[in-house]
């Protein structure tokens, strides 16, 4: 129903910067919500921001300052710009999309995870 694609992981050092895309395809009239989350070995897959249609967005309290969360005007791609990269930042992230059809809600949508690196 919706397939999510993502890029612009790699390595970086810290301090640095990267950007994270995600676009959707798909029944994309359906999109809601878009987020990114992120897991680390042996760790809890967390939510590191979301952005809803209206432009709402909401961070974890360890990216806020450092990371900002955009879409498109389209609101079929969100993006993810991470500054000052910190080493405690690696992990793969994952794009995650909600849809809104006849007042239902699903979450089950992800894409194929990028991983982030960041060395010292």
């Known amino acids: 129903q919706v397939q999510l694609v993502e890029s612009g992981g790699g390595l970086v050092q810290a301090g640095g910067s990267l950007r994270l895309s995600c676009r959707a395809s798909?029944?994309?009239?359906?999109?809601?919500?878009m987020g990114w989350y992120r897991q680390a070995p042996g760790k809890q897959r967390e939510l590191v921001a979301s952005v809803t249609t209206g432009g709402t967005t909401n961070y974890i309290d360890s990216v806020k300052g450092r990371f900002t969360i955009s879409r498109d005007d389209a609101k079929t791609t969100v993006y993810l710009q991470m500054n000052s990269l910190q080493p405690e930042d690696t992990a793969v992230y994952y794009c995650n999309a909600e849809t809104l059809i006849w007042g239902i809600r699903n979450s089950a949508y992800w894409g194929q995870g990028t991983q982030v690196t960041v060395s010292t």
């Open positions: 798909g029944n994309i009239v359906n999109l809601n919500a």
